[in-house]
């Protein structure tokens, strides 16, 4: 579905990633994990066109996206939802649903599809009416995650839906992004929570200082890769 070749950008001068490869298989949920500051985040931007592309390529279904800008990727079916779940805080749920599928412009569309997200996620239905900012945070989560009902992507990527939630929600979160994925919808999903990362996934990515370390199925990662000590070292 998804495909980098050789991916370099960073921020100002700093190049953060070094020519990534990664393959994003349709159908599937794509974990990408790694200590803190390794460019997870950066590779999300980055194939979503949020921040530009210096070198290499990122490929939808074989199609070079790479010059386009985010919303032009947004319209071929890839949509991110960011850390730190950037909403418009001060609208309300119906209205950031609304803003979110800017691309539809059928008014019985997007009333049809605020609808399904209401089905999907009950929560926002009750609090559709409150501002963004009034929100809990996993409430929050549940909103970004309306963005995947509202513009009925091909492909999704999640940057650390689970952060700061608790063990409940972070279970809910999970619960959906299955359903979603049971659905069809090819995911990749940055997590820093391994556990959760690896119970949900299929293949997995191993991204450590702007490199690929490991990329594959989870079975074989515990013998290629020692996580516990990668981990370890990412912390200091
Ligand atoms: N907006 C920015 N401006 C400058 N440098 C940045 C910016 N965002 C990230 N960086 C730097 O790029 C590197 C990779 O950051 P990135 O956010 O991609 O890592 P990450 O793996 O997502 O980390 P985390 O697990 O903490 O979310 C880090 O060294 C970081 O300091
Ligand atoms: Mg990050």
Redesign the pocket.
């Known amino acids: 579905m998804l495909a980098t070749r050789g991916l370099v950008s960073g921020?100002?001068r700093?190049e953060?990633l070094h020519g990534v490869d990664v393959e994003v298989p349709r159908g599937q949920i794509t974990t990408v994990i790694?200590p803190?500051?390794?460019?997870?985040?950066?590779l999300l931007k980055t194939a979503a066109g949020l921040i530009r592309t210096w070198r290499g390529s990122t490929l939808l279904e074989g199609e070079d996206i790479s010059g386009r800008p985010a919303h032009a990727r947004v319209r071929r079916g890839l949509c991110m939802v960011p850390?730190g779940r950037v909403v418009f805080p001060f609208l309300t749920v119906a209205e950031n649903l609304r803003m979110c599928a800017y691309p539809v412009k059928s008014e019985r569309d997007l009333r049809a599809r605020a609808e399904e997200a209401y089905e999907f996620l009950p929560v926002l239905r009750e609090r559709r009416n409150a501002l963004a900012t009034t929100l809990s945070g996993g409430e929050q989560v549940m909103l970004a995650i309306a963005k995947v009902i509202m513009l009925r992507p091909r492909l999704v990527l999640l940057d650390?839906p689970s952060l700061g939630l608790s063990p409940k929600m972070i279970g809910l979160v999970y619960q959906k992004v299955s359903e979603l994925a049971a659905r069809g919808l090819t995911i990749m999903i940055?997590e820093?929570n391994v556990r959760k990362a690896l119970a949900v996934a299929g293949h997995v990515v191993v991204?450590v200082l702007g490199s690929v370390r490991y990329q594959g199925g989870v079975a074989r990662l515990e013998n290629e890769v020692d996580l516990g000590r990668l981990f370890v070292e990412g912390k200091g």
């Open positions: 921020y100002g700093v953060t790694g803190n500051g390794s460019g997870k985040s950066t850390q650390e940055v820093q991204l």
